[in-house]
């Protein structure tokens, strides 16, 4: 991460929506502060401990140890003293909810651990944290389980601190900090999009060109809350691009490898909507009905077939990369196609190859 600064679009006083769809930009807690004419001086981590409520010295502490806090667009340390007029920006990842997650016996696909983090293979189907409509069965609700027996330096059992997030239906690797400090570390790289994510999807039909990139600003459907649509006015929604490349064609359907650039909420189902290619069985977006192909009957057998083996849109995230939060080590992971999915990729060649 040479440059520290953050992009000043992204901080702003809203408050971040929460459902189960929610991704990295929907995790943070972001604050802009003009220090009043007439402020004494003080250290900036007093000073904000005043005027961020429920925010502890420590946590901001961190957050200015990981560039998480500036004062006119550059760095500072904790000791910093504000003066009027100063602009102060902060970045916080939000905490736990302990007080709402009950720790369940769930199976999870555990891939990596230590004493800072675990990354998970998650299945497909699986709501990553509780919210309405899905207060238990989650990805938390099972790594709290996981890490009851596990206890941290004040006695107290270990919790997971969420970094990022994938949709319900979207099967893969999922980042989970295990303490605070290094939540705040791997936060900042989500948020700066130095992360390393790469996703295999399956859409719907044919490309001209092998690669190709997306750009286009993403923000609630104004005709249907529940997905995303891309916008072209500037001043609508948050900046998105994402980058893909042809893996495998199959002539009605590709197999596509996306590289997400910024991590919105659905971008990738979205954006490959907006330039006519929605997702495999995405629902949401269109693709649970044939696209493309011909009427005929064993054509739409074939297809019906597949959507049947998977009931959810073609999408696994399968590279993740990170800087580790202690160690400053980069770590890779990858994970294998899901056997849905790899089943459905298995029955296109097939079809491909005897048509």
């Known amino acids: ?26 995790l943070y807690e972001r604050h802009r502060i003009v220090v009043d004419a007439g402020q004494e001086t003080m250290r900036i981590d007093k000073f904000l401990q005043q005027r961020l409520s429920g925010v502890s010295r420590t946590k901001i502490k961190l957050a200015t140890l990981n560039s998480c806090v500036l004062v006119n667009g550059s760095p500072c340390k904790a000791s910093y003293s504000v003066k009027p007029a100063d602009t102060i920006s902060v970045l916080l990842p939000y905490p736990p909810h302990t007080d709402e997650i009950v720790p369940e016996d769930i199976p999870v696909d555990i891939v990596y651990e230590d004493d800072d983090i675990i990354v998970v293979d998650k299945s497909a189907g699986m709501v990553v944290h509780p919210a ?68 295999a999807a399956l859409v719907w039909g044919d490309f001209d060109e092998d690669s190709g990139t997306v750009v286009g600003n993403l923000a609630r459907s104004q005709k249907d809350r529940r997905v995303m649509a891309v916008y072209d006015d500037p001043e609508v ?52 009905k044939i696209l493309k ?24 995230a399968f590279i993740l990369g990170f800087e580790h939060p202690t160690t400053h080590q980069r770590m890779h992971f990858e994970s294998p196609m899901p056997a849905d999915m790899q089943s459905v990729l298995d029955r296109w060649r097939t079809y491909t190859q005897t048509r």
């Open 1 to 26: 991460m040479d440059d520290p600064k953050f992009d000043s679009s992204d901080f702003s006083s809203e408050t971040p929506q929460h459902d189960n769809t929610a991704t990295e930009d929907e």
């Open 132 to 199: 309405v409509g899905n207060f238990t069965g989650t990805l938390v609700n099972a790594l709290t389980f996981h890490l009851q027996s596990q206890k941290g330096p004040d006695g107290q059992p270990l919790k997971p601190y969420l970094v990022h997030r994938i949709d319900k239906d979207t099967s893969g690797l999922l980042l989970v900090a295990k303490n605070e400090a290094a939540q705040v570390m791997l936060a900042k790289q989500f948020f700066d999009h130095t992360t390393e994510r790469k996703y």
């Open 293 to 316: 192909g011909t009427t005929f009957s064993k054509y739409r057998q074939f297809v019906d077939i597949c959507f049947a083996i998977m009931p959810r849109q073609a999408l696994h």
């Open 237 to 288: 929604g948050k900046h998105a691009v994402t980058h893909w490349t042809v893996k495998e064609r199959f002539g009605y359907v590709t197999l596509v490898e996306c590289v997400l650039e910024t991590g919105r909420t659905h971008q990738i189902r979205a954006h490959m909507k907006h330039i006519g290619h929605p997702l495999f069985a995405d629902s949401a977006y269109g693709g649970d």
